[in-house]
């Protein structure tokens, strides 16, 4: 990817639902040459009729799977993305929300719950769930983070049963993928050069983000490399950037291989269902593209990696799902598996922020200004190079495994507040306009910073479900976030902490304190007392996006196990599920990092499994 000339015109830019006033960016930043190796691939338009394998979905796990296999050059390999290649504002990391609600974004809204009560500050009591559509999935829509988890999580899934998922034996996969370019990680044991996924520091950092470091060793918490032999601790943010830029799971693995002649890569092509032959061995799929029903059969096996709304969905609509569920809406049951079950995610609490005194904050007025779009364009450097997120901590609060290596809340460090861009955030989050107007719009000329608190091992679980037999109607989203109490109090006490956090000398050398005016709804409780942050929680639920578990791996006696341990669905020949959705529990922390390292141990198990 070379940088073009950079006009001087200054353009309005409509990205999702914000109005955001761009210098030059838009209009010739980037120029592709097809045969370059750091250019998007083409579309391909002309199908085979039958392909050796089929993988359904092109984000984090289904572009990993279609570089590896398509290293077998005798083999066939057809990836088919329901959307686009990404665009120019995603490839900017402070632009990392502005995807959301585009026509990147299968633009997923939550349903209320019957028995627990969240996202009651949202529009309709509902949370956006934002998931890619588009080439490289959600690592195109994501805040780049690099966190691959506990290595308990892993060792927890080998317990499971699920023979061959332990930390030992996933740390390798980890290490394949990964080009990390900073010097002071490149020697250490888990770290490594030289894979496809760039993972590296932002470039820029605001003052405060050292301020966050040093208030992690007042409260008792070393400053580590979060991804190597201990997790607990506080450290600088590590991402998918390279050279300032995303460093997406598409630009990563299929940019570099996309003329390969062995690798057909269909876009705006949605899949609708599964076919399968009476032996119930899968034998192609059905997609929709330019309005017309098409088919295209397989010789060995279909792969989704379509995420954890979309690969559940995909299965019901084939007839592998709760035989309850399918018969109420008249789908043939060809498998009776708990398909949509066990739906978790990182919840935590948004608009937990902090106001200083200095002008050391990113705020909308102070990026829209021509020297720093040209030390961008020019030097792929200055702020437009951080994706907001600067770092991160992994804490332990009173309910934690006494051991301390393993902690049940994480922090992301955010030198900006909800204000901090105008309305735009507010819109993306689908924050109510009364919400927006009581609580942040008094910010609009204040300096601030937030911490988002996020509950690390949730006990409340959710599912998925189809709401139609139709393919385009989106499917039932239920989190159930809250519904059980120990959740509600493991945030609180992290919520308590993170209020410490500003109470440091680190940061009241800035006269760092909490932003205090309430929640509509919460304002009967005195603020920062148990009953106050409660009520919050529920009002201004945050997800950080990770949803996984909804076609969950375990053992042939797990009775609410989808695919068994080499990701093969339970009761049908030739489909596999490679996703985040295979996950039995969900991880400790980001979830992008860990769904390419199934996509990349996948790859090596189906290599293995067809004797390559």
């Known amino acids: 990817m070379t940088i073009g000339l950079v006009s001087l015109i200054t353009t309005t830019s409509a990205v999702g639902v914000g109005l955001i006033p761009l210098v030059a960016i838009g209009l010739s ?33 289904g572009a990993v799977i279609a570089s590896r296999l398509s290293e077998v050059s005798n083999w066939s390999i057809l990836l088919i993305e329901a959307g686009d290649n990404e665009n120019e504002i995603s490839d900017i990391p402070i632009f990392a929300g502005y995807s959301q609600l585009s026509e990147l974004d299968w633009k997923y809204q939550t349903m209320p719950s019957m028995t627990s009560a969240y996202c009651l500050a949202m529009v309709g009591d509902r949370c956006n769930w934002p998931r890619g559509k588009v080439l490289g999935g959600s690592s195109v829509l994501n805040a780049m983070v690099y966190v691959r988890g506990n290595r308990l999580d892993y060792d927890k899934w080998a317990r499971m049963g699920n023979t061959g998922w332990s930390y030992e034996e996933v740390l390798p996969y980890f290490l394949k993928s990964e080009d990390n370019r900073n010097p002071y990680l490149q020697k250490s044991p888990y770290h490594k050069t030289g894979g496809y996924l760039t993972v590296q520091e932002p470039p820029w950092r605001s003052p405060l983000s050292i301020a966050f470091l040093q208030a992690g060793q007042e409260l008792g918490y070393e400053n580590r490399d979060i991804n190597g032999e201990s997790q607990t601790g506080f450290m600088i943010m590590q991402g998918t950037i390279r050279r300032g830029s995303r460093c997406s799971s598409a630009k990563a693995f299929l940019w570099p291989v996309k003329n390969r002649p062995n690798l057909h890569i269909a876009m705006k092509a949605q899949v609708l269902k599964v076919l399968f032959n009476a032996d119930k061995r899968a034998t192609g799929i059905e997609f929709l593209r330019d309005g017309l029903k098409q088919t295209v059969r397989v010789r060995r096996e279909i792969i989704l990696s379509a995420g954890a709304i979309n690969s559940p969905q995909l299965l019901m609509l084939s007839g592998i799902g709760p035989k309850e569920h399918l018969e109420e809406l008249g789908i043939p049951v060809l498998s009776d598996l708990r398909v949509g079950d066990n739906l978790q995610d990182h919840v935590g609490l948004g608009g937990l922020s902090f106001t200083v005194d200095e002008p050391i904050t990113l705020k909308r007025d102070r990026l829209q200004t021509l020297p720093i779009l040209l030390n961008y364009a020019i030097n792929n450097k200055g702020p437009l190079t951080t994706p907001g997120i600067e770092a991160l901590a992994f804490i332990n609060s009173k309910y934690a495994d006494p051991s301390g290596v393993y902690p049940d809340i994480q922090f992301h460090f955010l030198p900006s507040s909800i204000n901090s861009d105008g309305e735009s955030v507010s819109k993306f989050i689908g924050l109510r306009d009364s919400v927006y107007n009581t609580v942040f719009k008094p910010l609009k000329n204040a300096d601030s910073w937030t911490i988002l608190p996020l509950l690390l091992k949730p006990k409340s679980s959710g599912w998925v479900r189809l709401k139609s037999r139709n393919p385009l109607i989106h499917p039932d989203i239920i989190p159930n976030y809250f519904s059980h109490k120990e959740d509600v109090d493991v945030l609180i006490d992290g919520i308590q902490i993170a209020m410490a956090v500003s109470n440091t000398s680190a940061f009241r050398r800035f006269n760092s304190r909490p932003y205090s005016i309430k929640l509509p709804g919460c304002q009967r409780f005195p603020f920062a007392t148990n009953e106050y942050w409660e009520c919050a929680i529920r009002q201004f639920t945050f997800t950080m996006y990770h949803p996984v578990g909804t076609c969950k791996m375990g053992p042939r006696n797990d009775p609410t196990a989808v695919v068994d341990p080499k990701l093969r669905v339970y009761g049908v020949k030739g489909l596999r599920v490679v996703d985040a959705s295979i996950m039995p529990t969900i991880v400790n922390g980001n979830t992008n990092a860990p769904v390419i390292m199934i996509g990349e141990k996948a790859s090596d198990i189906i290599k293995k499994d067809w004797r390559y």
């Open 29 to 61: 930043l980037y120029r592709y040459d097809e045969m370059d190796p750091e250019s998007p691939p083409k579309n391909i338009r002309e199908l085979n009729r039958i392909y050796d394998f089929i993988i359904v979905g092109g984000g984090s796990a």
